[in-house]
């Protein structure tokens, strides 16, 4: 079987732009599940000529107010489940929110491998933003840009390492 790499993390981070590079033009199916608007998004990649599925997991949307939280909170549950590696999310640009520290106490949990991806690092000069993340306690933050398409070989390769 493929490994399966999901890609967790608050919304707006950049999940789905990352997922669409993870994936390259590969088919991506839409599944729905009761009480959930929106299940997870898979994909099919490739790399080393090796296959992985990818999950978007931010494609899950709860209904009702203020939903956010229960939200990530069922992203997380589900790749904790499934994954093989987790892709935490996070966006150099708005730095560390409650949200992502909410995320991370959710992954914490999990005995499933973790890889920290610090994206919209979406040029050289900006290397150094990737420091403060270090503090969520997922060891070396990956700085990628999916904009850019900028480190989405170094995200896939330490990945590989718990395939
Ligand atoms: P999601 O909610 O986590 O799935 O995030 P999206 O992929 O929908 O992206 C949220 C916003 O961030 C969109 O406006 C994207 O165009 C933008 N975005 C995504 N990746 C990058 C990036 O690498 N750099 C910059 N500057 N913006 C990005
Ligand atoms: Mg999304």
């Known amino acids: 079987a493929r490994p399966i790499i999901a890609i967790v993390g608050r919304p707006n981070v950049g999940k789905s732009t990352i997922f669409n590079r993870m994936i390259g033009d590969r088919l991506a ?8 608007t929106r299940d997870r998004l898979y994909g099919i990649g490739e790399w080393l000529d ?23 909170r069922v992203q997380a549950e589900l790749a904790i489940e499934e994954a093989d590696v987790i892709v935490f999310m996070v966006d150099a640009k708005a730095g560390i929110t409650p949200a992502d ?32 993340f270090y503090s969520l306690g997922f060891g070396d933050p990956i700085p990628i840009s999916g904009s850019h398409g900028i480190g989405i070989g170094d995200l896939l390769e330490a990945c590989a390492v718990h395939f």
């Open 50 to 72: 090796k296959e992985y599925s990818v999950i978007d997991t931010g494609g899950i949307e709860l209904d009702g107010d203020n939903e956010i939280l229960r939200s990530m």
């Open 29 to 36: 199916i839409v599944e729905d599940r009761p009480g959930v």
């Open 101 to 132: 520290e909410e995320v991370a106490q959710l992954l914490f949990r999990s005995n499933k491998p973790v890889v920290l991806a610090v994206n919209k690092v979406d040029n050289f000069k900006r290397q150094d933003e990737i420091y403060e």
